[in-house]
């Protein structure tokens, strides 16, 4: 029972261009959803959030954006840069709760 | 400034043997969890501390495994008899408060002949 999708396991994108990395959930009670990053044996490092109360979160080259009504989150990133490629989690959380759900994560490659 | 450490980075152990995997967070945080990556799926939930205690111990897979912090600061995370299907990377991280950013460690890959 995965509440956190991520059903593109791998995407590969051209250097310069828009890389986009999806995610759906299932339990409506999550009100905060976050985006790590992953680089081989290293832990996850934070990127971007956003909170429920929101649609579009904007940091730099990273953008999140939330459709509640489709119960689903996308990260874009502009333009993609080789040292993007990573794999990429969402997770997600409720007020109230101290427990994240991630996803499977997806492996972005960004080709030189 | 040291960020969340993890020791061993690399655990090789034979079916049936206990195995301890430590955790150092960040100083001041309060909030400790415990996840597993096992190949090719997502981070696991294992267990979150407050301070010393464990609120929500439910992500545990069996009673193989076990957690302690002492001092509000480091975590041990036991294994018990391990099991091949224990092989996987542990991954803790530690925030300021619940619901915060977790900083992750770099990991324990654990490995089970």
């Known amino acids: 029972d995965q509440q956190v999708k991520q059903n593109s396991p791998s995407l590969s994108v051209q250097e310069g261009r828009i890389s986009i990395l999806n995610c759906d959930y299932t339990n409506s009670m999550f009100d905060y959803f976050l985006w790590y990053k992953k680089y081989p044996a290293e832990g996850p490092t934070f990127l971007i959030s956003?909170?429920?109360?929101?649609d579009k979160n904007e940091d730099g080259r990273f953008t999140v954006f939330l459709n509640k009504s489709a119960k689903h989150l996308s990260l874009h990133i502009v333009p993609s840069q080789p040292g993007d490629s990573a794999v990429y989690f969402c997770a997600a959380s409720y007020t109230g709760t101290y427990k994240y759900i991630f996803g499977t994560g997806t492996r972005l490659k960004v080709l030189a | 400034g040291a960020g969340v450490s993890q020791s061993p980075s690399n655990k090789v152990t034979e079916k049936g043997k206990d195995v301890e995997l430590r955790c150092d967070p960040i100083s001041g945080h309060t909030a400790l969890y415990w996840y597993r990556q096992s190949l090719g799926q997502g981070l696991e939930f294992l267990i979150y501390?407050?301070?010393?205690?464990?609120?929500?111990k439910s992500g545990l897979p069996s009673d193989r495994f076990s957690a302690e912090r002492t001092g509000g600061s480091v975590s041990t995370l036991t294994i018990q008899r391990t099991q091949q299907e224990d092989s996987a990377v542990y991954l803790c991280?530690?925030?300021?408060?619940?619901?915060?950013?977790?900083?992750f460690g770099p990991g324990t890959r654990l490995t089970v002949l």
């Open positions: 991280a530690s925030s300021s408060a619940a619901h915060d950013t977790q900083y």
């Open positions: 956003i909170s429920s109360i929101k």
């Open positions: 501390f407050q301070g010393n205690s464990a609120p929500d």
